[in-house]
Nanobody
Framework: QVQLLESGGGLVQAGGSLRLSCAAS????????MGWYRQAPGKQRELVAV???????NYADSVKGRFTISRDNAKNTVYLQMNNLKPEDTAVYSC?????????????WGQGTQVTVSA
């Protein structure tokens, strides 16, 4: 059983910063890619950022230069540093990880954390 537990969401003013954390726990052999998604009201869920096992990163165009994804493999944790937040960043942010256990490799999702940016 693998779980992803998120924290760090909240309410901030435009221009502020937040750091989201997502820690994976359970019977984990290793974690391949880890990423952050978000879903705003009335919109489809979109990929915000992903970090691969080798450290390569990719970002949505809307967050490039403002958000930074990182990971701590020893802690099975992925972070999303969000700077210069804008109202359009308001969404539920969910982390995702491809987790390898002894028996299989599967995708897991966190429960989501609300980020609200006021104007």
């Amino acid at each position: 059983q693998v779980q992803l537990l998120e924290s760090g969401g909240g309410l901030v003013q435009a221009g502020g910063s937040l750091r989201l954390s997502c820690a994976a726990s359970g019977s984990i052999a290793s974690i391949n890619n880890m990423g952050w998604y978000r879903q705003a009201p009335g919109k489809q869920r979109e990929l915000v950022a992903v970090i691969l096992s080798g450290g390569s990163t990719n970002y949505a165009d809307s967050v490039k230069g403002r958000f930074t994804i990182s990971r701590d493999n020893a802690k099975n944790t992925v972070y999303l540093q969000m700077n210069n937040l804008k109202p359009e960043d308001t969404a539920v942010y969910s982390c995702q990880a491809t987790v390898r256990t002894y028996y299989s490799t599967l995708n897991y999702w966190g429960q989501g954390t609300q980020v609200t940016v006021s104007a």
